[in-house]
């Protein structure tokens, strides 16, 4: 496979990272469109109707973000452009929308245990189950694809244990404010960004041999990227997530709850690299093997993008800011298979 060359985002070469930061990003101008007494209702409502009862009620507010919510309806009817072979209609941008609906719905249940509501099937238990016989803990690195709660379960099952999220502190803030609103008795395992303690509390973890997990799809804007082929365009993609396993020198391992429609979800892992074999390795060689890891995530979203369309729950304009001219000609062609 062509490994494509990536370009931070200030347009500098791929060996320099210094560059000035990227400015907001797109998903942090848009307010969700969600409350915490709504969450509260649908709550109560379907943990007393049952899910059956209350599937109805995906639909209705599926079609109504589809009917009113434009900005994030051109955010999917271009991502469709891009995924699906053919021009989307109005149908596959009302099948995205519902996906993710579901996948709120459902998550109700599983947060409170109701797992024998699910078929779940998994792939990728052997390199897991390999990693950790180490016993030094690794990085799982997911993005808004499908169920994290849906992945969680079955990672659980797989290892006995739960994966501690490392999130931005806003970010941490709502997950305990959802979880509140869904279950007062359920508990996140979370560590924030930004304190103090927050790198000791990660080593720590790993240390123990645990597992834990970053979305890398999404950069508030303020750190530094790399500009990537993703889809027929050019997306940047947040270095810190890397950036952080190479300097604890721990495997990654890509991570996606796939939502198949129904009651069924499908969990896939994949190992992508493991910087623990970096050791005392030299600055650059560090760099390449970051950059490396970084477009091999890339590629591997791309592929299940492609696999299961419906499942991508960016509803911003995920290539917003368009590249230069200058940052286009220095990235390679998406990469390719070889025969």
Known sequence: MNRPNPVPRDGSRAANESGAAAPAAAWTQHKERSSLLMLRIMSWLSLRLGRSLTRPLVYAIAAYFVCFAPTARRASRDYLARVLP?????????KQVLAFASTIHDRVYLINDRFDLFQ?????EAPMRSVLSKNRGAFLIGAHLGSFEALSAVGRCMTGTRATMLMFEENARKINQTLAAINPRA???????????????????????????????????????????????YAAFPIGPFRLAALMARPVLFMAGIYEGGNRYFSHFELIADFSELGDAPAAQRTAAIHA?????AATLEKHCRATPYNWFNFFDFWSPAPTLA??????PPPEENA
């Open 327 to 332: 940052q286009v000609h220095s990235a390679a």
């Open 187 to 233: 508990t996140a395992d979370i560590i924030g960004m930004g304190n103090v303690d927050s790198m000791l509390n990660v080593r720590q973890r790993l240390d123990e041999g645990g597992m834990v997990g970053m979305l890398a799809d999404r950069t508030p804007g303020n750190e530094a990227t790399l500009l990537l082929p993703f889809l027929g365009g």
């Open 293 to 297: 890891a970084i477009a091999r995530y």
């Open 86 to 94: 053919r021009k989307p209609t109005p149908l596959d941008g009302f």
């Open 120 to 124: 779940f099937r998994a792939e990728g």
